[in-house]
C-alpha cells in the first residue's frame, strides 16, 4: 500500500464495526467493506438499474452499476495523488448508489411522493438501510457490518447532515432527516454535523466527474446531442478543439471518447491541484482535524465549478429534459406508484423475505413496501407491473 498521509484514513485506527468481528487476516477492514459491498444483493442488482437512459434499449448505456465502477476507478486515481486511502475510497464509491429505485431519479421522485406519509424517500439514507438492514448474509447480523469510516462516507460524501445543534441542513432543512438516518443514528453516531473523510469528500467529487462526463457519451449514442453542439460548451469545447489539433476531424464516437478522456483528467487534475492547495493551507495533522474543519478540502476550482454548471445546464436541456427520455420516464413514475400502491394493499404478495420486514406498525409496513420496490431492478419491475397489471411501461 503507498505511503498514507497522516490525514488519511489509517485502517489501523478504525473506528471499528457496531458489531466487533475477529480480524481478517489477509485484508484490511476497508478491503473487507468493499469486498462485502460488491458480494451485495443491492450491488448486483445495479446491473439493471437505470442511470439516465433505460438500460435494456442498449447495450452501452451506463446502468448504475457502470457508472459506479467508473466513480470507483476515478476516485481511486485521485487518492493515490493525493496520498489517501484508496480501498476506502474505492468502498464508499462502489456503495453510494446502492439504495437507488429503479428508473434513476425519476423512480426516486415518485417513491417519494408516494412515501410522504412516512417520511418520504431518500436514496442516500436508502443505502444507508441497505447495508445496515436490508441485505440479511450472515447468521450473526443483519445488514454487512461496515465500518464506523465507510458508513460515514455513505451518509456524509455531500456534507454534514446537521449543524452542531443537530437541526437538518441542506437538502434536509424543510423536512428533517430521512427516517432511516434518523434510526441508524440512535444505534451508532455517524457525527452527522461534521464532514467527512477526505476519502467520502472524494468519492462525492468523482461522482461529478462521472456522471458529467459519461452522459455526453451516453446523449451522443442516443442521437440526442452532436459534437457541433457540444462544441458550444466551453469545457466541451476546449476538449473538441485539442482533439482536432492532435488528429483531425476524426469520426463522431471516437470523438466523444476522446473529449471525455480529456475532460475527466481535466477535472482529476483541477481536483487534485485545488485540494492540494486547501490541504496547504489548512494543515490538518489528521483526519479528525479534517472533520473540524468548515468547509470540504477536496472540490474543484471555482472556475471548474462554473464550468461543470455550464455543462450540466446544457445537459439538462439536451438529455435530462429529452421529450423521449422525459416520457417514458414518467411512464415509470406512474407504474412505481402503482406498485407501491398494490404492495400497500397486498403486503402478503411481496418476497418472503420483504414480508418479514412488513411487521409492525403501519409506518413500517409501509416503509417495508417502499424497501420492496426500491429494490427492484427495472426489469423485475417491468415483468412485476405486467404480471399484476396486464401492462408494461416504460416503453
Known amino acids: 500500500m503507498p505511503v498514507l498521509a497522516s490525514y488519511a484514513v489509517h485502517p489501523e485506527e478504525s473506528r471499528g ?9 489477509t485484508r484490511t477492514v476497508y478491503q473487507r467493506d468493499r469486498d462485502r459491498i460488491v458480494h451485495s444483493t443491492a450491488f448486483r442488482r445495479l446491473i439493471h438499474k437505470t442511470q439516465v437512459f433505460i438500460y435494456h434499449e442498449g447495450d452501452h448505456y451506463r446502468t448504475r452499476l457502470t457508472h459506479s465502477l467508473e466513480v470507483a476507478q476515478i476516485a481511486r486515481t485521485l487518492a493515490r495523488a493525493l496520498s489517501l486511502n484508496e480501498d476506502l475510497v474505492e468502498t464508499i464509491a462502489l456503495a ?6 429503479p428508473f434513476g431519479h425519476a423512480g426516486e421522485d415518485a417513491l417519494n411522493e408516494a412515501m410522504q406519509a412516512v417520511g418520504g424517500f431518500d436514496h442516500n439514507a436508502q443505502s444507508l438501510r441497505a447495508v445496515t438492514h436490508l441485505e440479511h448474509r450472515y447468521a450473526s447480523f443483519r445488514g454487512l457490518n461496515l465500518t464506523w469510516e465507510t458508513l460515514e462516507g455513505i451518509v456524509k460524501h455531500n ?23 434518523r434510526e441508524f443514528a440512535k444505534v451508532q453516531d ?6 467527512c473523510s477526505l476519502e467520502g469528500q472524494i468519492a462525492a467529487v ?3 466527474i462521472a456522471y458529467n462526463n459519461h452522459d455526453i457519451d451516453d446523449g451522443f449514442r ?19 478543439a485539442s482533439v482536432r489539433a492532435a488528429y483531425g476531424d476524426v469520426c463522431g464516437t471516437t470523438m466523444i471518447c476522446e473529449i471525455s478522456r480529456r475532460m475527466i483528467a481535466g477535472m482529476v487534475e483541477d481536483v487534485r491541484g485545488e485540494a492540494g492547495a486547501r490541504i496547504a493551507d489548512a494543515a490538518p495533522r489528521s483526519v479528525d482535524d479534517v472533520r473540524a474543519l468548515k468547509a ?6 471555482p472556475a471548474m465549478a462554473a464550468a461543470i454548471a455550464e455543462l450540466r445546464g446544457f445537459l439538462t436541456e439536451r438529455v435530462y429534459k429529452h421529450p423521449a427520455i422525459a416520457g417514458k420516464m414518467a411512464a415509470s413514475q406512474a407504474m412505481l406508484r402503482e406498485l407501491y400502491d398494490y404492495f400497500s394493499a397486498h403486503p402478503e404478495a411481496m418476497s418472503a423475505d420483504a414480508g418479514l420486514s ?33 401492462t408494461r411501461a416504460a416503453k
Open 358 to 390: 412488513a411487521t409492525g406498525d403501519a409506518a413500517a409496513r409501509q416503509r417495508a413496501v417502499g424497501d420492496f420496490v426500491a429494490g427492484m431492478t427495472d426489469m423485475f419491475a417491468l415483468k412485476t407491473h405486467a404480471a399484476i397489471f396486464g
Open 190 to 195: 455517524l457525527g452527522l454535523s461534521t464532514y
Open 17 to 25: 464495526r457496531l458489531l466487533e468481528e475477529a480480524p481478517c487476516p
Open 159 to 181: 456534507g454534514p447532515l446537521t449543524d452542531a445543534a443537530g437541526r437538518p441542513v441542506g437538502r434536509y432543512a424543510e423536512k428533517g432527516l430521512p427516517h432511516a438516518i
Open 222 to 240: 442516443a442521437g440526442y446531442i452532436t459534437i457541433e453542439e457540444l462544441e458550444q460548451v466551453p469545457v466541451a469545447g476546449r476538449a473538441i
Open 96 to 101: 453510494h448508489d446502492l439504495g437507488h429505485t
Open 296 to 301: 470540504p478540502l477536496v472540490d474543484f476550482s
Open 206 to 208: 468523482a461522482d461529478d
